[in-house]
């Protein structure tokens, strides 16, 4: 039944109105307009970045298959990926707002939580990737129909959130994205308060310092 659905919305990406996609919105107007990547290296960029996760098989992977990449401006600067959420998907909810919750869920449950988004990562990286923001907000969580609904039951986690994701072997723009919200799952080195380019740029053990304070966070 439709009214058994609840809808979320993370950073830059959110349900579809008919529930049946997870919408990851892409702005590469940044990239375009430092020179850091020309239009036709951007295009070719997202567009491999759609490969990927359009690869991704969902349940052993937990990330969500994409099907459909669309353009939202004339410009060709911003992007739309749609992914597929499970058939048997009753209802979801982001790791951050899960957190928020008491009493928390028993330890076990968090850490198949954990196991399920170290999967995802692990597919990201072993595809030649890095994820950029991992942390509560970029994990979405999703119950069957026939399990038992938020609080008391355990959901499936998928990571989500890939407006910031590039291959490990682009160019980088040396940019920060800051907050100190978000900062908290960032490496030293790729926290920029001060709004200056960042002289270290982005690999994957800085996914890894994110994912090593998601698990902290989780365990305790």
Same mark, same amino acid.
């Given at each position: 039944?439709? /009214?058994?659905?609840?809808? #979320?919305?993370?950073?830059?990406?959110?349900?579809?109105?008919?529930?049946?996609?997870?919408?990851?919105?892409?702005?590469?107007?940044?990239?375009?307009?430092?020179? #850091?990547?020309?239009?036709?290296? #951007?295009?070719?960029?997202?567009?491999?970045?759609?490969?990927?996760?359009?690869?991704?098989?969902?349940?052993?992977?937990?990330?969500?298959?994409?099907?459909?990449?669309?353009?939202?401006?004339? *410009?060709?600067?911003?992007?739309?990926?749609?992914?597929?959420?499970? /058939?048997?998907?009753?209802?979801?909810?982001?790791?951050?707002?899960? @957190?928020?919750?008491?009493?928390?869920?028993?330890?076990?449950?968090?850490?198949? $939580?954990?196991?399920?988004?170290?999967?995802? &990562?692990?597919?990201?990286?072993?595809?030649?990737?890095?994820?950029?923001?991992?942390?509560?907000?970029? $994990?979405?969580? @999703?119950?069957?129909? *026939?399990? &038992?609904?938020?609080?008391?039951?355990?959901?499936?986690?998928?990571?989500?959130?890939?407006?910031?994701?590039?291959?490990?072997?682009?160019?980088?723009?040396?940019?920060?994205?800051?907050?100190?919200?978000?900062?908290?799952?960032?490496?030293? /080195?790729?926290?920029?308060?001060?709004? &200056? *380019? @960042?002289?270290?740029?982005?690999?994957?053990?800085? /996914?890894?310092?994110?994912?090593? #304070? @998601?698990?902290?966070?989780?365990?305790?």
């Amino acid at each position: 039944m439709e /009214d058994d659905y609840s809808i #979320v919305s993370g950073e830059n990406s959110y349900a579809d109105r008919t529930r049946q996609h997870w919408i990851n919105r892409i702005d590469t107007t940044s990239a375009s307009r430092r020179g #850091v990547m020309t239009m036709d290296e #951007v295009r070719i960029e997202v567009s491999r970045l759609f490969a990927v996760l359009k690869q991704a098989d969902s349940l052993s992977t937990h990330i969500l298959t994409a099907e459909h990449l669309s353009v939202t401006d004339d *410009d060709n600067k911003r992007f739309l990926i749609a992914s597929k959420l499970p /058939d048997d998907t009753r209802s979801q909810q982001l790791l951050s707002e899960m @957190l928020m919750e008491s009493p928390r869920h028993p330890l076990d449950h968090r850490i198949r $939580i954990a196991q399920d988004f170290i999967t995802a &990562v692990a597919y990201v990286h072993a595809m030649g990737w890095v994820h950029k923001a991992i942390r509560p907000a970029k $994990i979405l969580m @999703l119950h069957a129909h *026939d399990d &038992v609904p938020f609080p008391q039951g355990l959901a499936h986690a998928f990571l989500v959130g890939f407006e910031f994701s590039r291959r490990g072997s682009a160019r980088s723009t040396g940019t920060g994205h800051w907050g100190w919200k978000e900062d908290i799952y960032r490496h030293p /080195d790729r926290q920029n308060r001060d709004g &200056v *380019d @960042l002289e270290i740029y982005y690999t994957p053990m800085h /996914d890894i310092y994110s994912v090593g #304070v @998601l698990l902290l966070e989780l365990g305790t």
